[in-house]
């Protein structure tokens, strides 16, 4: 055969090759493109009901909200678990063939909302039905204290204040009685959730929860355990100067120290053993108004935020505090119940942190991208926040403080921020454990295995012959499952980007004197390089793009644990 003829059909045969798959591409892409079309258009108003109904019913605390919101978590799952649509986004993501980065990215994230719904439909609702349910018995609940009905608040204020042990005993005591109201039914639902995720081909729902999460099962245990490592002798000698306090402050000897003298519930955050009074400078201040005047001076606005949210106490409203997004499209609320402490400024700085991330997703990007890369980089900027309350800078240029005020409890609040991290670090210890061993046998002795892992983790000892469910009275463990190891992930990645604002974007190396009031050029970081990507790219990549570096372990060490 001529050797130019020859040439010229080799050329025309790749070509051909070259089109068929570039035309097996497209044509995979566009079905792609419509299959998203389609899913959006149910999705969009189905999840904004969802939310503004969950909204209502933590408001209201009543049982027609509550239904209402099962009934829209219902039709959600009913989407997500019809098995054409599934086999549909599978054969696409099969193929390989899609190559547009954008449109691979949220075939990424939506085959997961697929496949963990891949089980029969009674067994999505039964779940739907007994989380409801849960939920309400957490919202309605109120611990009897004295033939009397008292609020969490309540009850922490007792614990944060008393010196009486008989008082403190009975307050936390009153509290734990939650436990045994829903043990039972948290096994069940721990039970059903692992029967879901072992449908799916997952060993339980602990695996299975974090692999559909973009996080690696082992990763995340070496992480746990290096973590324990740089935190446990530092624990150990402060935990040695708490004790030696509240000796005193009781009157008891430190042997008889017991879990309702460390001045809240579960020891998970740090008593006030320093001689410093924060809530002293919060009680004649209007925490809202400085929510809103520290987030505007940083050029992210939050007064819509704070239209829209409710933020205090009133009967039947779910005690604790959250953010929501309601539609990706700029309605966000937060739900809290101020007093003016420095534990709820701390609380108000947080969930607005998470407000400001969902408010300033990019509305150009596609619906399905308008969420946090994960959960915990959301977490991340919350505490970032969230540590300012007991900033002595921050509260100095928010007019909380004056500086004379500000030298003399300087030293005293980075004592306190130390003691608080790693007072979180080993509780977070405890909660992650517990929820793995818990999902990996749910059967097994769950008191017991709660006080072993409190006793090693937080040194903390188990009041004698007690054999209680103290493991369901923490509402995460039956409502938010598998999700607490995210905030001490968060706190990593809170560390990490204080210290890459402070040097590139403040140029400010005194980090003890850092603070971002009225600095619009931290905002406008936050939210070009954290907030508007969404979940464009997988976290770690969104971490490394924004500091330099994926995810490390060294600068939460650097921040709290080095001396």
């Not at 909204?55 to 978590?73: L, P």
């Not at 106490?313 to 420095?342: S, W």
């Not at 994960?374 to 007991?390: K, P």
């Not at 990507?533 to 976290?539: D, I, T, V």
């Amino acid at each position: 055969m001529n050797k130019k003829i020859s040439t010229a059909l080799s050329a025309s045969i790749i070509g051909l090759i070259l089109f068929s798959c570039t035309s097996k591409q497209e044509k995979m892409e566009s079905k792609l493109r419509e299959f998203i079309t389609k899913i959006e258009a149910e999705v969009k108003p189905l999840s904004q009901e969802a939310a503004i109904a969950s909204w209502d019913a933590s408001i209201t605390g009543k049982d027609e909200d509550y239904k209402r919101s099962e009934d829209a978590q219902i039709k959600l799952v009913k989407l997500f678990s019809d098995s054409t649509l599934f086999a549909e986004i599978k054969e696409i993501r099969d193929s390989k063939l899609v190559k547009d980065s954008i449109l691979y990215r949220q075939m990424e994230v939506l085959y997961p909302s697929f496949l963990r719904n891949q089980v029969s439909k009674e067994l999505l609702e039964k779940k739907i039905k007994m989380e409801s349910e849960l939920e309400k018995k957490y919202s309605n609940f109120r611990a009897n204290l004295n033939s009397k009905n008292i609020s969490d608040n309540e009850i922490e204020e007792i614990l944060s204040t008393s010196k009486n042990s008989k008082e403190l005993e009975a307050a936390w005591n009153a509290h734990k009685a939650i436990g045994k109201e829903v043990a039972s039914d948290v096994i069940a639902i721990v039970k059903l959730r692992n029967q879901i995720a072992k449908e799916l081909g997952y060993e339980n729902y602990h695996t299975m929860n974090m692999t559909l999460s973009e996080q690696n099962p082992s990763e995340i245990l070496a992480l746990f355990d290096e973590l324990d490592s740089l935190t446990k002798d530092g624990f150990a000698e402060l935990k040695g100067d708490i004790d030696n306090y509240f000796s005193k402050r009781y009157g008891i000897a430190k042997e008889k120290l017991m879990p309702w003298h460390y001045q809240n519930r579960f020891f998970q955050e740090a008593p006030k053993i320093y001689d410093v009074d924060l809530d002293q400078f919060y009680k004649d201040k209007d925490l809202v108004d400085l929510t809103a005047k520290y987030y505007n001076g940083i050029n992210l606005n939050v007064d819509d935020i704070i239209k829209n949210s409710d933020l205090f106490e009133k009967p039947g409203k779910n005690q604790h505090a959250y953010c929501t997004d309601i539609d990706r499209n700029g309605d966000v609320r937060v739900l809290c119940n101020v007093k003016p402490t420095m534990g709820w400024m701390n609380t108000m700085l947080h969930e607005y942190g998470h407000g400001v991330y969902s408010k300033y997703f990019d509305a150009q990007k596609p619906y399905m991208l308008r969420d946090a890369a994960h959960t915990f980089t959301t977490e991340a900027i919350a505490m970032i926040m969230g540590r300012c309350a007991t900033n002595p800078q921050w509260m100095l240029d928010m007019g909380v403080i004056n500086a004379e005020q500000k030298e003399k409890i300087a030293e005293t609040c980075a004592k306190s921020l130390r003691l608080e991290q790693l007072t979180f670090s080993r509780w977070a210890q405890v909660m992650y454990r517990f929820e793995k061993a818990m999902y990996a046998n749910p059967d097994q002795d769950l008191n017991a295995l709660w006080w072993t892992l409190v006793e090693k983790y937080q040194m903390l000892k188990k009041p004698e012959g007690r054999n209680e469910p103290d493991w369901s009275t923490k509402i995460h463990v039956a409502l938010y499952p598998c999700y607490y190891h995210n905030y001490l992930m968060g706190e990593l990645l809170a560390s990490q980007l204080f210290y890459y604002i402070s040097d590139n974007v403040l140029k400010n190396t005194d980090y003890k004197n850092v603070s971002f009031v009225n600095h619009p050029e931290v905002g406008n970081y936050l939210k070009e390089n954290v907030f508007m990507p969404g979940c464009l790219y997988q976290w770690n990549d969104m971490i490394e793009s924004a500091t330099g570096e994926k995810l490390s372990a060294k600068y939460y060490a650097k921040q709290f644990v080095e001396r």
